[in-house]
């Protein structure tokens, strides 16, 4: 399909997506509302338009998190959250959604008063305490449309279900009051591993601010929701009968009275809730030793008690400087386009959700303010720990957001491989094969990637470098990226019979792609040596690369000159050269212009239904390597083929879960992931 026809489909209704509210930027397959870490992932799987009130909300996989919502109007009451069958409600009307890099906003209608449902997942990117907060916001108001004064009350639950993956273990619970009314849940027997990618340590909470005009209970869902319907309030009583998640359904409910609710909104009733464990992570230290720590807020806070009442007082700031950073999200994406826009603003959090800010204890128990170190899970895929051909997709929202968070990234990868515990000769493919155990792999078994991992690693130590203006990487490691960088020498020109990132087409030969990666990487180190003042490695690589580029092209070049190979030698493939993008954000210029040229027109003449597919060897792509690919384009009409590709597969309605960046061309139907953080990767166009 070439693009003419692509630009007639792209403007056709989506009638899968058509839906009776107003959607702003558009209906994603999943909303977002409460992500902050791999184990706070909240969604409403939406697919082609099913509302808040509609269905439960999921956990990424899929599996259930009880979180229920009532609006009692003049003794009416209605459903504004979840799914919950009781005998008294009926269901409030959805009137919009919009969200943003932060926020996910519904309008529901309950008769003659609006209710605005604003879900906050702050990205503080910038405020490395902030940041580590596994605490999300749920504000609701409500305001009369009919111009007359309405009585209003609201209720929130949440289940048992938000702790565990499995429904048949027993849980206990606690409510403490004071200034701040929590509800804390966790399992009775406390396991540091998961079950179903849900951890079985660590407590669920559900909080709100303290006052005359709030009530709470736990107990079964169907006696505390209907006290609410028949009431208006809560009977401030506790359920201590602890049992299994699923046994009678234990809640967790606070009701507020707002009194009355007139043509001026009502100040917000604001909630959170969040899920905390400590230790978070294990990782492996020097002689094989377990390091317990912990996530990065524990340096400010004695008590979770404490946390929560700052996280709440904070509110108003905290929602002033989400609204700032999805100003400056927006504006900047929208100098590229709006579709860019909307893709964007719906990766941020995504790809924020799979990031866990860590630091460790000294010998005298204090808190090691120095050692910071960053975890990401590998969601969705192999559940490992700091993929690094995961954190390279992500990379561009680091570098963007705040490259920071990158270095805290690579330094357990860079100071695990420098205790030389890791056997081989190339960079390791993650830090452990389970998350949250980051305990290395000392036999040197893990997946094994040689040529895309040295690449990546110094692809990412450089552009740290360039965009931080911090040499204190490379100066520690410089080792280790001389190590690597030998690798590609000897590997890169002709790459052997290797996976690269992509390890679901299979392993290839003579991949053009990875000659590619390989050789931006030597010249990477090129740079590297040039900024520590060793110009010999210096030039030695410089001339290395300035031998291999040539080659290169000769072997991966068609010979009809229209463009780039899969893979040395096969005339009739190709595929996307993603890896090009390394090239202008190092501005190393390894490659000609001509080269990117080539490419740009030969893209528009291959694009099906959703895009360009990965390469030859299947018809399915990435969204993330589509828009690095978008990227490197060399004019706005393919730049824009790309992003619109993504826009219109992330639009479509024909999913319901999180964005997933595995999709097929030619229907936009899902593979097998979702939730990524490789999404970060949709901000490659903001990163260069």
């Known amino acids: ?117 604003n879900f906050l997942s702050p990205v503080e990117p910038t405020d490395l305490l902030k940041q580590s907060i596994p605490f999300s916001y ?171 009442s700052d996280f ?14 999805d100003q400056k999200v927006q504006n900047d994406a929208l100098a590229i386009s709006s579709n860019y826009a909307g893709v964007v603003a719906l990766s941020v959090r995504q790809a924020f959700g799979a990031l866990e800010l860590t630091l460790s204890k000294n010998s005298d128990g204090r808190w090691n303010t120095d050692d910071i170190l960053m975890f990401l899970k590998e969601i969705s895929s192999d559940g490992n720990v700091n993929t690094v051909d995961v954190i390279m997709p992500a990379w561009p929202i680091l570098l963007y957001a705040n490259p920071t968070l990158g ?30 155990n980051a305990t290395g792999h000392n036999a040197g078994n893990d997946e094994a990637m040689p040529l895309e991992e040295c690449g ?47 390890d679901f087409a299979g392993a290839l030969a003579n991949q053009t792609n990875l000659a590619i990666k390989g050789v931006i990487g030597i010249q990477a180190m090129s740079v590297i040596s040039g900024i520590l003042g060793d110009t010999v490695n210096q030039q030695n690589y410089s001339s290395i690369v300035q031998r291999y580029v040539p080659q290169i092209l000769n072997y991966a070049t068609s010979s009809d000159g229209l463009h780039l190979t899969l893979n040395y030698g096969n005339e009739s493939s190709w595929g996307l050269s993603y890896n090009l993008y390394a090239d202008k954000l190092l501005g190393t210029n390894v490659f000609p212009e001509s080269v990117y040229d080539m490419q740009t027109a030969w893209y528009a003449t291959v694009v099906d239904t959703y895009g360009v597919p990965l390469d030859t060897r299947h018809t399915y792509t990435k969204s993330d390597w589509e828009s690095w690919t978008a990227a490197i384009m060399t004019n706005t009409t393919t730049r824009d083929m790309f992003i619109d590709s993504v826009y219109k597969y992330a639009a479509d309605g024909e999913s319901n879960q999180p964005l997933g960046d595995w999709y097929e061309t030619l229907n936009g139907a899902v593979y097998g992931f979702r939730a990524r953080p490789v999404v970060g990767g949709h901000l490659a166009l903001l990163a260069l």
Not at 78 to 93: E, H, M, N, Q, R
Not at 231 to 237: S, W
Request: charged share 10%; hydrophobic share 40%; proline share 4%.
């Open 1 to 117: 399909m070439g693009l003419t026809k692509f630009f007639a489909l792209i403007t056709l209704t989506l009638t899968a997506s058509a839906v009776s509210w107003n959607a702003t930027p558009f209906n994603p397959a999943s909303v977002p509302l409460a992500v902050r870490s791999p184990y706070l992932s909240a969604w409403l799987p939406q697919g082609a338009g099913t509302t808040l009130n509609g269905v439960w909300p999921q956990f990424w996989t899929g599996s259930t998190l009880g979180w229920a919502g009532y609006i009692r109007v003049d003794g009416a009451t209605y459903t504004f959250l979840g799914d919950p069958v009781a005998a008294g409600a009926i269901s409030a009307v959805q009137k919009s959604i919009e969200f943003t890099s932060t926020q996910s906003i519904f309008v529901m209608t309950a008769g003659p008063v609006d209710i605005n449902v």
């Open 138 to 308: 749920l504000a609701l108001s409500a305001v009369s449309t009919d111009g007359r004064s309405h009585t209003v009350s609201v209720y929130t639950d949440i289940s048992a279900e938000w702790v565990s993956g499995d429904d048949s273990l027993t849980v206990n619970w606690t409510t403490s009051t004071g200034n701040i009314l929590t509800h804390q849940v966790m399992l009775e027997n406390q396991l540091y591993i998961e079950y179903s990618d849900y951890i079985q340590q660590g407590a669920a909470y559900y909080s709100t601010p303290n006052s005359s005009s709030v009530t709470y209970q736990t107990g079964q869902d169907v006696v505390v929701r209907a006290q609410f319907i028949n009431n208006g309030v809560l009977a401030n009583t506790e359920d201590t009968n602890f049992r299994a998640v699923s046994d009678n359904w234990p809640v967790f409910a606070f009701a507020h009275d707002l009194d009355t609710a007139s043509t001026t909104a009502t100040v917000p009733v604001i909630y959170t809730v969040g899920h905390v464990r400590d230790p978070a992570i294990q990782y492996i230290v020097a002689n094989d030793v377990y390091q317990p720590r912990s996530i990065y807020f524990w340096s400010a806070y004695s008590s979770i008690a404490d946390l929560i």
């Open 312 to 325: 709440i007082g904070d509110y108003s700031t905290a929602l002033g400087r989400a609204q700032a950073f």
């Open 407 to 436: 270095k805290y990234l690579l330094l357990g990868l860079l100071e695990y491989q420098a205790t030389g515990q890791y056997p081989n000769a190339w960079a390791a493919h993650d830090l452990g094969s389970s998350y949250p």
């Open 456 to 502: 990546n690693m110094l692809v990412m130590a450089l552009s740290y470098t360039q965009k931080s203006n911090d040499t204190s990487l490379i100066t520690q490691y410089t080792d280790l990226l001389n190590q690597w960088t030998g690798y590609l020498v000897a590997e890169a020109l002709i790459p052997a019979n290797q996976i690269s990132t992509d």
